[in-house]
């Protein structure tokens, strides 16, 4: 994998999320200066091509949307609002302004593509909010999910594992829309489209056992026999939780023990790598072996 390092990134401040487009060719960069930065990315080589401002604080996220959709980025900072970009012949136009949460919007992260053009934020107000983009209008649905406040928000795949069902619904088919959340209220919580009500409900009692705030969830995107979360705790674990088609939606969680809290949790594309990063500043790498115990494959020191 190639690894840049983009020395100067022009912003003024922390920069606290770098992603790189669906092709790996544009990076976008966010930071506590209230900017968004656009790089353009060719070999070992990068330009900045856009500053976008308009947040009236900290940046803390950046995402892009699957490329079938058009070039759109969605931000979301401490001010509490999320904008969603679109560039078009060479120029980047805030086309939606969400200001409907009151306190800080942690994450913003778009669904699988399968699902529709969905965008989910999670807000230290304790709401969750999903907008969809179609027909060039935005639809928002905002429900309240953690008391405490809400540290992140990851979306199931958009198929279910153990069905072999073609990756293309057929009209008016809404994809798997599921997601889970992690929650200062040390909880973590699957959520579903239902179509009756039109918004979100649990799918089942919230999953227990961290003792301190889950700061990040991550859904794992392999279809596999089994569905995999990943959810990472101030308690200093990291807790995998499993569900399999013949255990009729229970989930179970084996635990990883840490020196220091634990802020993230990435699946890698294929899967089955989980990457954990914490206060200590160490990245380490597990994969679970064949009596499905997790393995420490790597540690990266920074």
Not at 6 to 19: E, T, Y
Not at 39 to 56: A, M, P, V
Not at 236 to 262: H, M
Request: hydrophobic share 35%; glycine share 8%; aromatic share 10%.
């Amino acid at each position: 994998m190639a690894t840049q390092v983009i020395s100067n990134s022009g912003h003024d401040d922390m920069i606290h999320d770098a992603v790189l487009d669906y092709y790996g060719r544009r990076l976008a960069t966010c930071s506590s200066d209230r900017t968004i930065k656009i790089f353009e990315i060719d070999g070992e080589t990068q330009r900045l091509t856009e500053t976008l401002k308009g947040h009236e604080g900290a940046v803390w996220c950046v995402s892009w949307a699957h490329p079938k959709y058009g070039n759109i980025l969605a931000s979301s900072g401490y001010d509490g609002k999320v904008f969603i970009w679109r560039e078009q012949q060479g120029s980047w136009q805030r086309i939606f302004d969400f200001a409907l949460h009151k306190a800080s919007v942690n994450i913003v992260s778009w669904s699988p593509h399968e699902s529709g053009c969905l965008l989910a934020c999670a807000s230290s107000d304790g709401n969750v909010s999903v907008v969809e983009f179609k027909d060039n209008n935005f639809d928002h649905n905002s429900f309240p999910a953690h008391g405490l406040g809400v540290n992140s928000v990851s979306w199931a795949p958009a198929t279910t594992p153990g069905s072999i069902v073609s990756s293309a619904p057929g009209p008016g088919a809404t994809g798997n829309r599921r997601f889970v959340t992690g929650g200062s209220d040390n909880l973590v919580k699957i959520w579903v489209f239902d179509p009756a009500t039109n918004g979100y409900k649990p799918e089942r009692e919230p999953l227990t056992g961290h003792s301190d705030w889950v700061r990040d969830v991550a859904w794992s995107p392999t279809v596999l026999q089994k569905s995999y979360i990943a959810s990472a705790s101030q308690d200093k674990t990291v807790r995998i939780w499993t569900s399999d088609p013949s255990s009729a939606g229970q989930w179970n969680s084996k635990v990883l023990e840490f020196d220091a809290p634990v802020w993230r949790v990435s699946w890698s594309l294929s899967g089955n790598v989980l990457a954990v990063s914490g206060a200590d500043n160490k990245v380490t790498l597990w994969k679970e072996n064949l009596r499905g115990e997790w393995d420490l494959v790597k540690t990266l020191e920074e």
